[in-house]
C-alpha cells in the first residue's frame, strides 16, 4: 500500500516557466511533509518542508502549498532554470517516527 | 570527508557472494538509515539505528544484515543476494530530538546481482 502518491512521473517545462509538483497522502497521523531533490549519482537533498500548521512555506523560487482537509501537498517551482532539473520526491512523516514515507519520485527536465 | 560518505559506489556480486556496504558519517548524528532505492520504486526504509540500538526493521529479508558499530558507521552485510535485490542503497544520518527531522543521504552504493 502506497501511502503517499505522486504526480506526475515525469515533466518537461521551458526555461522561467512554473514547474508543480502532487502529492497525496493517506496517513491523517502524518505532520510533517519534506520535499528532496536528487540529481543523478547523489543521494537525495532536503529541499523544504512544511508542516500542518501553515497552508504555504516559500524558501525563494521554491514553494509548498499544502491542504489538510485534502490530504494534498504540492511544490511550485517558480522561474524554473536548467539546473534544476533532477528527480524531486516528497515524503511524510509523523511525530515520534524516524521513518520517511516517499513518493515515487518526479522527473523534472528544464529545456533551455 | 564530510556530510555521509559510502563505499564502495558500485558493486557487482553473484548470488553466493558475500559483500558489505559501509556507511560513514561526518555530521555528528545520531541516527542513521538504510534505504533501498529501486527503478519506478518509491525510496524503501530498510533500518533505523539511533545511538547504536536497532529501532526500526522494515521486513527486510535476513539476506540483508544490519551493523552499527558505532554512532558514525553502518554497515549493511550482504549474502545470498538475489537479482531482484539489484538496486540503489541509500545511507542516510540525523540528529533525531524526538520530532521530524531532516535526513542527510549519501550518494549510494549501486549494487548489481547476478
Known amino acids: 500500500q502506497q501511502q503517499v502518491k505522486q504526480s506526475p512521473q515525469s515533466l518537461i517545462v521551458q526555461k522561467g516557466g512554473i514547474s508543480i509538483i502532487n502529492c497525496a497522502y493517506e496517513?491523517?497521523?502524518?505532520?510533517?511533509f519534506p520535499w528532496y531533490q536528487q540529481f543523478p549519482g547523489k543521494g537525495p537533498a532536503l529541499l523544504i518542508a512544511i508542516r500542518p500548521d501553515v497552508s504555504e512555506k516559500k524558501e525563494g523560487r521554491f514553494t509548498i502549498s499544502f491542504n489538510k482537509s485534502a490530504k494534498q501537498f504540492s511544490l511550485h517551482i517558480m522561474d524554473s532554470q536548467p539546473g534544476d532539473s533532477a528527480t524531486y520526491f516528497c515524503?511524510?512523516?509523523?511525530?515520534?517516527?524516524?521513518?520517511?514515507?516517499f513518493g515515487s519520485g518526479t522527473r523534472l527536465q528544464v529545456q533551455p | 570527508e564530510t556530510g555521509v560518505t559510502q563505499t564502495p559506489r558500485h558493486l557487482v556480486m553473484g548470488m553466493t557472494n558475500k559483500k558489505s556496504l559501509k556507511c560513514e558519517q561526518h555530521?555528528?548524528?545520531?541516527?542513521m538509515y538504510w534505504y533501498k532505492q529501486s527503478a519506478k520504486k518509491p525510496l524503501e526504509l530498510m533500518f533505523v539505528y539511533s545511538l547504536e540500538e536497532r529501532v526500526e526493521n522494515n521486513s527486510v529479508p535476513s539476506r540483508f544484515s544490519p551493523e552499527c558499530p558505532n554512532s558514525s558507521h553502518l554497515f549493511l552485510h550482504l549474502h545470498t543476494l538475489q537479482p531482484e535485490d539489484s538496486a540503489l542503497y541509500l545511507c542516510?544520518?540525523?540528529?533525531?530530538?524526538?520530532?521530524?527531522?531532516?535526513?542527510?543521504f549519501g550518494p549510494g552504493t549501486r549494487l548489481t546481482v547476478l
Open positions: 496517513n491523517t497521523a502524518f505532520d510533517y
Open positions: 555530521l555528528g548524528h545520531n541516527a
Open positions: 542516510a544520518s540525523s540528529s533525531w530530538t524526538g520530532e521530524s527531522d531532516t535526513q542527510y
Open positions: 515524503a511524510a512523516s509523523k511525530s515520534g517516527r524516524r521513518a520517511l514515507t
